[in-house]
Every structure is written in structure tokens, then in C-alpha cells.
């Protein structure tokens, strides 16, 4: 074992491993017996293509297609199968294509300034439903709609309007006997806010009744069930758990203080699997932990939950039946897709995140570490510096980045990431907080955020780092903190609103929360209504929060990283921080990255990230990284 200074210590994982080999997963369908899925490629601008496998072998459906879609900017539900016919949303075009049984691939609506997701495919019908949004019309924000599209034509209007009138929409689902239920709200709520579970005969419509949701109460992902009762996670208890209506009445199916699902960002499918009229595969989340689980539930015994056997730290469930697939996130290898076999409980690997193998002593694994705050108990998780072929001098402490995730109605679980692995390897320790308003601890953990975003994350990711200083586990004197998206503003206002850290990393971070209120997309243009304040009435609320405004406050060094085609963050935002810093006078460096959106998918720019985060840190911090780097330009 050698003696290195932490952040100087070689390691076996390179910047390019963050990508080389690597796909990313997102769950899938058993249709039939015959396995589909996405897998993102990094090294091919992050494409997402379409897979199946059956008797026959793996193949690629979409080898020079791009499945996505940007309704809400976000997208989800981009593709979907049954009864061995697939429909899929084209990326960048948007345009909606079938692949029938006998392997034909057509495209049966056009896209341009009309988007689908949250596809739902009715074979026996030949139809199909989606979350249409529009972009023909002349109006401040795009039009959402549901509509209905014909299998068997062009359907050059975009599809049949079936339900408007709504801001937004979500998970349209048909039952066989022709009910449609779907998810619906209105600005300012988000959909974790509030939102309105509606049912309706396909042929009546207008009788649409309302059996889930309301004021303060977020109903969310329906599914019929075989018995022609609809089943729906909502968080009437304070945590999203499993409801049934029933034709005329809706009641609690089963209470518990656990999460089983998360905020949807996304028009993803349900995360869990209708197995029968009397079972429901699931991932309750307990204490930011995921597990598998059978829920068993009818009307002669209360319901009740049987955990799966698994070493899985994050459980993601998707297709309905009694052989389905699930995504499992482990603490100390690469996430892999597995089919799960609701009766017998045999999970069969599919497929993983990635084939390289690490020394399980290289491996640092998450800790679970909490602290105080004024609105109770914080959660994080801490990953220590870990590298068997290194120690540190005697009396050294090691640097530790905090990293603020997304949202900021995100959440970060234990699970394995290479990324992680790539700094506590060279001798940097991680503290990935999940900060009071994230999601996975129910309503009550969410909502501490209202009103004070900038104010309360901002104090958890400080108090957070300080809290390990006094443990012993970090030096005081390098601390830096890092994010992304609503992280980025985290890690902005941490960096101007207190003096903890040394350094700071914003990726497509918000400098400037007015013009995120005036210029970002209709999904979040009324998100921070309820986390800073009603805009424009409460504009000096804005002002006081947005770290451009206070960089008197600001004497440390930033890394600022952005990408040209950023529709939620603009570029603008990424430059007008970088001029003001420089313009007082502090070390900055920026790298702009040509054609990436919000979140970097090119393998060369993930590399590229991480070889000028670590060049940044050893400048700040004053240690020489092992790793041959390009040089920053840090001014």
C-alpha cells in the first residue's frame, strides 16, 4: 500500500470508463414472454434504441432510430408494446411509428409541432392513446391534450381530441370494457402537488367523474385491474401508497409509511405490475431504501406486503402481469434489468448497466448519515474515500464534494454509480444529500421546501458538510459542493449565502430565479410559485434568492458547465454568472458544451466534465490529481 496525499491517488477507473461499456437502463415490458427495453448509449450521443429479446435472441428494433420524446421537456412513455405490436416516438422529429407483428415498420402520425408520451396501445382496437402536445397554435404556452390515434392510418391531424380543457395530463389507460381513466392538473400545482384522477366511458366523455386526487392530494399512476377496479398510488396518508375504486366508491388498499413511487417528472408507466385481481408487484421505499415486494390485498383478508429476497438498494417495476421487469440498483456493483416471476419469485438477469467488473475492495458504499435541522431529521448519504492500494499521510482528512441532486423535488438512492466510485477511488469523499423537500420521505419531507427554496436546501448541504467536519470524516478546509439543474442553483446560492466551501461545480445551474420564472418551459413556469413565491407579486423575493444579484457574498473559486441546447436552464443564464464573477474578479472556468440539452448524454462530454472537475478540485484544493489532464482554464 502507498502513502498519497487524498486526492492524489491513482486510480483504476477513467474518465472515460464513466461511459466506455456503459448503457443506460429504464426499465421494460414482458409481452407475451418476449422481453422489450431502452437502453441508452453514451458513446453514440446518448441515443436511446428500442430491444427485444425471445427463443430467437437479442435484437436491436431501432438500429438507426432515436426513441424519445420532449412533451413537457422531460418526456416519458415514448414507446410501449402489446399483443407483439409496438409504437414508438422518433427522436428529434416526434413522429409516431409502429412496428406490426411481421416485423413492418411504419410511421402512422406525423410529429413536428406535435409531441406524444405516456403512449398507451389498445391492439384489439387498433388504437392508440397518448398526452399530445401542441405547438401548431399562437398561444403563450403549448397546448396539452389527450387524443386517440388510428393504427391503421396516417393520422395527419395529430390524432382525435378525446380530453381537454386541463394544463396538463397524464396516464391515459383503457379498460378492455372501454373506460378511460387519466390523470390530470392545472398551474400552479405540480403533479406531486395535486392533481385529479378522472374516469369516463370511452363513448360519454362528458360524464367524466372525478375518483382520486384533489386539493393537496397527488393521485397519480392508474391501472385497471382485471376485476375492472382501478388501482392508483395517491398520498392522501402523507406517502404515496395504493388505492382502489371500485366502480362507485375508492378506498385505501393498504397504509403504510413508505413511498411506492416517486414525483413524476416524467409520463413514465406505472411503477409497479397489476399480477392479478389480487396481487400487485411493487418497490415500497422505506427510509430511502427500495425492495421488491408482492402487495396481496382482496376482500376476505386485510392486505398485506411480502417482501422479495434480493441485495437490491433501488427497486424500479414496470409491465403488468405475472412475469415482469424490473430495474434493481445495487449498492456495490452496476444496476441490472431482471425479470421478475411474481409467483415463483425468480428474478432472471436481462441485461446490466455495465460488464466491468471492479475490485469489491475499490468499491465505497453508501452510508446512511443524518443530522438535525430546525424541520427535523436530514438525510444523506455519505461515500468515503476508498482505494485499497492507497493511504493517506497520518493526520490528513479528506476533501469531501457535497452533491445537491436535481429538482429540486429529486431524490438520490444508495445504489451503485461509477461516477461516485470515480472521485472516493482517488481519495474524495462524496456526501450526496437529500435535502428537506426532496422526494422519497413523504409529503410532509417534500413540503419543507415551500416557500423557502434557497433558504432550507441550501442550509441542510451546509449543515450536512459541517456535521461530517465534526464527526471527523471531513477537512474543514476543503469542502466543495456540486450540482445540477435546480442542484446548480443549490450549489450557486451555498456559494454565496454562506462561507462553508471552499469551491463550488454548477452544471446548468440557475443563477438568476426571475428569469427561470420568465423564460423556461410550461412545465416548470409556475414550479416556483409554491418554492419561492407567486410571481410577479412576490419579484423581491426573487431578487433576494438569486445568487447574481449577491455576489458580494461570493469569495471562492467556480467550475461552471453548461450545454448550448439547454431549453430549461438557457445558456444565458451559465454566462451571465460567469461574466459577474470575473468582473469581480474570482477564478471561474467554463466549458460549454455544443448540442447538449439539460443533462449531458455524449460520452466525450461526461469525460470531458469529470477531467476538468477533478483538474478544478486539485487546483482549489492544493493537491496534484495522479490522472494526465487537460488543462483548465481557470481565470
Not at 496525499?5 to 429504464?26: F, K, N
Amino acid at each position: 500500500m502507498s502513502e498519497a496525499p487524498y486526492g492524489a491517488w491513482a486510480s483504476p477507473i477513467t474518465a472515460d470508463d464513466l461511459t466506455a461499456a456503459t448503457v443506460s437502463l429504464a426499465g421494460g415490458i414482458v409481452d407475451d414472454g418476449v422481453r422489450y427495453w431502452t437502453q441508452a448509449h453514451p458513446e453514440q450521443a446518448g441515443r436511446v434504441g428500442l430491444w427485444r429479446e425471445d427463443a430467437r435472441g437479442r435484437v436491436e428494433l431501432t438500429p438507426q432510430g432515436y426513441v424519445r420524446t420532449g412533451v413537457n421537456e422531460y418526456g416519458g412513455g415514448d414507446w410501449t408494446v402489446a399483443a407483439g405490436v409496438v409504437v414508438y416516438s422518433a427522436w428529434p422529429e416526434g413522429s409516431l411509428h409502429v412496428i406490426e407483428t411481421d416485423g413492418t415498420t411504419r410511421r402512422f402520425a406525423p410529429g413536428g409541432p406535435w409531441r406524444y408520451a405516456a403512449l398507451f396501445l389498445d391492439p384489439a382496437r387498433r388504437l392508440v392513446l397518448a398526452v399530445r402536445e401542441d405547438h401548431t397554435v399562437a398561444a403563450a404556452e403549448p397546448i396539452t391534450t389527450i387524443v386517440a390515434l388510428d393504427l391503421d392510418s396516417a393520422n395527419p391531424e395529430g390524432g382525435r381530441v378525446l380530453v381537454s380543457g386541463a394544463d396538463f395530463y397524464a396516464h391515459p389507460v383503457l379498460s378492455p370494457d372501454g373506460r378511460l381513466a387519466w390523470v390530470e392538473w392545472d398551474h400552479p400545482a405540480m403533479p406531486w402537488d395535486a392533481t385529479r384522477l378522472k374516469v369516463a366511458p370511452l363513448a360519454d366523455l362528458a360524464s367524466a367523474v372525478s375518483v382520486g386526487g384533489g386539493d393537496g392530494v397527488a393521485a397519480l399512476y392508474p391501472a385497471w385491474s382485471p376485476d375492472g377496479s382501478l388501482v392508483f398510488l395517491a398520498d392522501q396518508t402523507g406517502f404515496w401508497n395504493f388505492y382502489r375504486w371500485d366502480g362507485e366508491a375508492t378506498g385505501l388498499l393498504y397504509e403504510a409509511p413508505c413511498e411506492f413511487c416517486g414525483p413524476a417528472w416524467t409520463l413514465a408507466p406505472a411503477p409497479y405490475s397489476i399480477i392479478d385481481a389480487g396481487r400487485i408487484g411493487c418497490s415500497p421505499l422505506v427510509h430511502g431504501f427500495g425492495s421488491l415486494a408482492v402487495l396481496h390485498h382482496g376482500p376476505d383478508a386485510p392486505a398485506r406486503l411480502e417482501l422479495i429476497e434480493s441485495d437490491a438498494v433501488s427497486v424500479l417495476v414496470s409491465g403488468h402481469g405475472q412475469r415482469t421487469l424490473a430495474l434493481l440498483g445495487y449498492a456495490d456493483r452496476p444496476a441490472a434489468l431482471v425479470e421478475v416471476d411474481w409467483t415463483t419469485r425468480a428474478l432472471t438477469p436481462v441485461r446490466t448497466s455495465s460488464d466491468r467488473v471492479l475490485d469489491p475492495a475499490l468499491i465505497s458504499r453508501a452510508q446512511p448519515v443524518s443530522w438535525a435541522s430546525p424541520d427535523g431529521e436530514v438525510h444523506a448519504w455519505y461515500y468515503p474515500p476508498t482505494n485499497p492500494a492507497f493511504t493517506a499521510p497520518d493526520g490528513e482528512l479528506p476533501p469531501v464534494q457535497v452533491w445537491s441532486h436535481g429538482g429540486p423535488t429529486g431524490f438520490s438512492s444508495p445504489e451503485f454509480r461509477i461516477a461516485t466510485q470515480f472521485w472516493t477511488s482517488r481519495g474524495i469523499g462524496i456526501l450526496d444529500v437529500n435535502y428537506s423537500g426532496s422526494a422519497g420521505f413523504g409529503r410532509a419531507y417534500r413540503e419543507r421546501l415551500k416557500g423557502s427554496w434557497g433558504i432550507t436546501d441550501v442550509r441542510d448541504c451546509s449543515d450536512g458538510a459541517l456535521a461530517l467536519v465534526e464527526r471527523g470524516l471531513a477537512d474543514g478546509d476543503r469542502l466543495s459542493i456540486r450540482g445540477g439543474s435546480a442542484g446548480g442553483y443549490t450549489t450557486l446560492a451555498a456559494l454565496t449565502f454562506t462561507d462553508v466551501f471552499a469551491a463550488g461545480i454548477s452544471l446548468y445551474g440557475i443563477g438568476d430565479l426571475e428569469a427561470l420564472a420568465t423564460d423556461t418551459h410550461k412545465f416548470e413556469s409556475r414550479y416556483l410559485d409554491s418554492l419561492v413565491a407567486p410571481y410577479p407579486a412576490g419579484r423581491e423575493v426573487y431578487l433576494e434568492r438569486s445568487p447574481l444579484y449577491h455576489l458580494d457574498g461570493l469569495n471562492c473559486p467556480m467550475l461552471i458547465l453548461q450545454g448550448t441546447e439547454d431549453k430549461v436552464v438557457p445558456p444565458d443564464q451559465a454566462e451571465q454568472m460567469v461574466s459577474a464573477v470575473r468582473g469581480k474578479g474570482l477564478p471561474v472556468a467554463y466549458l460549454l458544451f455544443e448540442g447538449e440539452g439539460h443533462g449531458f448524454r455524449a460520452a466525450e462530454n461526461i469525460s470531458a466534465t469529470a477531467q476538468a472537475a477533478l483538474a478544478f478540485l486539485g487546483r482549489v484544493h492544493g493537491f496534484t490529481p495522479a490522472d494526465d489532464l487537460p488543462a483548465l482554464d481557470l481565470r
